[in-house]
């Protein structure tokens, strides 16, 4: 019903910035709410950030004031900007989408090291 490829990833230095896109297929973007997740190796997959179809959003904590998550329904797309990276934030990043069931994209993988 809904596809979901996450796109963007690869290695940043830290205090560098990337930017990851997730592309949907099959049903528009519009009247759900989107996400972006991470899992690092050894621990479970968490919540990174969140937008709904009114672009509500929030951020894990870690995370505020170093990521943008956006959408852009037009075109089928949500964005993760990733600013002031750090090593921790190494680890493969989702795209979700909860139109209310819940979708996946096969992740891309995030590598920050110096």
């Known amino acids: 019903q809904v596809q979901l490829v996450e796109s963007g990833g690869g290695v940043g230095q830290p205090g560098g910035s990337l930017r990851l896109f997730c592309a949907g297929s099959g049903s528009s973007f519009t009247c759900m709410r989107m996400g972006w997740y991470r899992q690092a190796p050894g621990k479970q997959r968490e919540v990174v950030a969140a937008i709904t179809s009114g672009a509500s959003i929030n951020y894990e904590d870690s995370v505020k004031g170093r990521f943008t998550i956006s959408r852009d329904n037009a075109k089928n797309t949500v964005y993760l900007q990733m600013n002031s990276l750090k090593p921790e934030d190494t680890a493969v990043y989702y795209c979700?989408?909860?139109?209310?069931?819940?979708?996946w994209g096969q992740g891309t993988q995030v590598t920050v090291s110096s």
């Open positions: 979700n989408a909860h139109p209310p069931i819940d979708y």
